[in-house]
């Protein structure tokens, strides 16, 4: 979908002095977002938030300074919304095709406690074509926290949608080696640097002084991130979400990737929420799913 086709009918939608509508990195459109609290950027490509910073603290995602924008092609950093399948497929966009398409922006609205919340829907397109018919929605919170929600709706009629969801949160930290992330403690995870070895984790605390792929299993608990560097602690609270994955790509790995600086693992950690591999969601015709991540962060 082209900049234009978006600004003809959603543009209406602004909110003055608070949601404005902007050409974004290549042309791309998105949605700057300003509250008492905090200033927000969504891209209408994916419904990629791609910044998020409440006043007075740095930012909250992090985002490669080499990511690609450009249409089809996925943004390398902030929240990535990952359906209907998590990792790699022969032949198929890595991490399904929610993230590198345009989706519609239909309803935004000021909350009574000041925050503003934007609703979007994935729209139809040949790749969905070929699941049983679907209605995904997501919705994004902004104000002292940011808060994102992604529903999907089984509208067969007779068969089981079997899906992933992940919402594959990129967080700036200020040097990794400074980081411990709490919550993970006696979780299995399949440990994609070894082969998928299923392990299990001892240590209270996990730091990161290599590359690190982690998928956690069953681990529903909330995670917390503290970064010693920027003096802040990171809360991720999540509700319909069975995985947590844990990824940094350390040196190697980055200088691999050609949308991520060489030097860039130190400024980033991964910690992302959903229902992934042996936790994957099966819904009965009619029902309903709901993805609920919610961050808080403060300083330390």
Not at 109 to 130: E, H, K, W
């Amino acid at each position: 979908m082209s900049t234009t086709y978006f600004f003809d009918w959603q543009k209406k939608l602004e909110v003055p002095g608070r949601v404005t509508f902007l050409d974004g990195n290549g042309g791309l459109p998105k949605v700057e977002i300003t509250t008492a609290f905090s200033t927000a950027e969504i891209y209408l490509q994916g419904a990629h938030v791609t910044h998020f910073q409440k006043k007075n603290e740095q930012p909250l995602l992090f985002m490669s300074q080499v990511s690609n924008f450009q249409p089809g092609q996925p943004i390398r950093g902030g929240i990535p919304v990952i359906y209907p399948w998590f990792g790699s497929r022969d032949s198929q966009v890595s991490h399904g095709f929610a993230r590198t398409i345009g989706w519609e922006l239909w309803e935004i609205t000021t909350q009574p406690n000041g925050s503003v919340r934007l609703q979007f829907r994935l729209p139809d397109s040949p790749d969905a074509a070929l699941y049983p018919a679907a209605a995904v929605n997501y919705s994004v919170t902004m104000g002292e926290t940011l808060i994102c929600e992604l529903t999907v709706t089984n509208r067969s009629e007779s068969q089981p949608l079997e899906f992933e969801n992940c919402l594959h949160t990129y967080f700036r930290v200020g040097d990794i080696e400074q980081v411990e992330i709490s919550g993970l403690q006696g979780g299995r995870f399949l440990d994609k640097v070894d082969n998928f070895a299923t392990k299990t984790q001892a240590d209270a605390v996990l730091t990161i002084n290599a590359e690190t792929d982690r998928i956690y299993l069953d681990a529903p608990e909330s995670v917390e991130i503290i970064d010693r560097s920027l003096r802040r602690k990171i809360r991720v609270d999540k509700t319909g979400g069975l995985s947590t994955v844990v990824w940094n790509p350390w040196i190697k790995k980055s200088q691999q990737l050609p949308d991520f600086g060489n030097e860039e693992y130190r400024q980033m950690i991964c910690v992302e929420s959903g229902n992934v591999s042996r936790n994957q969601l099966s819904l009965p015709p009619g029902q309903s799913s709901a993805l609920k991540v919610k961050l808080i962060s403060n300083a330390l």
